[in-house]
C-alpha cells in the first residue's frame, strides 16, 4: 500500500483532458501513477545519469511546482518509453519521499477508445534499464472525468498555487474493474 500519494487539481486535470478528449469516444493518453525513483531511472541512460538529475533537481518547491504547465509524461511505442517530460519534478518528488505521482502517457498513433486498467508495464528508454510499471490507468477523456478526479482528490495534502496544506485521509475506488486502492495519503499539485 502507497501511503504518500499525490494528485492534480481540478484545472490541471481538466487540461490534461481537454488535450487528449475526442468527442467521438476516443482519446490520446491514460493517466496512471508510478513511484517517481521508477520513472527517473527507466528514463536515464546510466546510474551516473540518472544521480546528476538528482543533484541537479534541487528540493521540491511546491509553489513552482504547482505552476508547471506540462505535467510529467511518458510517450508510448510498441510497449516500450520512446519519449518522456519530468525527470527533474520526479527527482524531487522522490527525494521528498513522494512514492506515487500520477503522470500521463501518451500513445504513439492515432486516438484509440481507451479502456482502464490495472497496471502495464512499459519497457524503459534506454538498454539495460528497468521497464517501468504505472498503475490504475484510466483514459484521459471526459467519460472517465468522475472517476479521474476521485481517484486524485479522497484524501489528500493539497498544495496549489503555495496555497494552504490540508490532509485527510480515506478510500479510493474506481469503477470499470479497476481494484480499489486503500488509504492514502495524497499532495496535488498544480
Known amino acids: 500500500m502507497d501511503d504518500n500519494q499525490i494528485g492534480w487539481s481540478k484545472d490541471r486535470l481538466n487540461r490534461e483532458i481537454n488535450r487528449s478528449h475526442y468527442n467521438d469516444g476516443r482519446a490520446k493518453s ?4 508510478v513511484n517517481p525513483a521508477d520513472f527517473l531511472h527507466s528514463t536515464t541512460p546510466s546510474e551516473s545519469y540518472e544521480g546528476l538529475i538528482k543533484r541537479a533537481s534541487g528540493t521540491l518547491d511546491q509553489e513552482k511546482l504547482s505552476k ?13 518509453i520512446n519519449g518522456h517530460e519530468g525527470r527533474h519534478r520526479m527527482a524531487a518528488l ?16 492515432t486516438a484509440k477508445r ?8 512499459f519497457g524503459a528508454e534506454h538498454e539495460g534499464r528497468k521497464p517501468i510499471t504505472v498503475r ?3 483514459p ?11 481517484m486524485m482528490s479522497k484524501n489528500s495534502e493539497h ?20 481494484r480499489p486502492v486503500a488509504l492514502m495519503k495524497r499532495n496535488y499539485y498544480g
Open 140 to 150: 484521459l477523456h471526459h467519460d472517465y472525468a468522475d472517476q479521474i478526479n476521485d
Open 68 to 80: 508547471e504547465s506540462q505535467s510529467p509524461f511518458l510517450s508510448i511505442e510498441n510497449g516500450n
Open 94 to 109: 522522490a527525494q521528498a519521499g513522494h512514492t506515487s505521482v500520477p503522470i500521463a502517457i501518451h500513445h504513439s498513433g
Open 114 to 121: 481507451l479502456t482502464p486498467m490495472e497496471s502495464a508495464t
Open 159 to 178: 498544495f496549489n498555487k503555495g496555497g494552504n496544506v490540508t490532509k485527510r485521509n480515506g478510500i479510493v475506488g474506481l469503477a470499470h474493474s479497476i
Open 30 to 33: 491514460h493517466v496512471g501513477f
Open 136 to 138: 490504475n490507468l484510466i
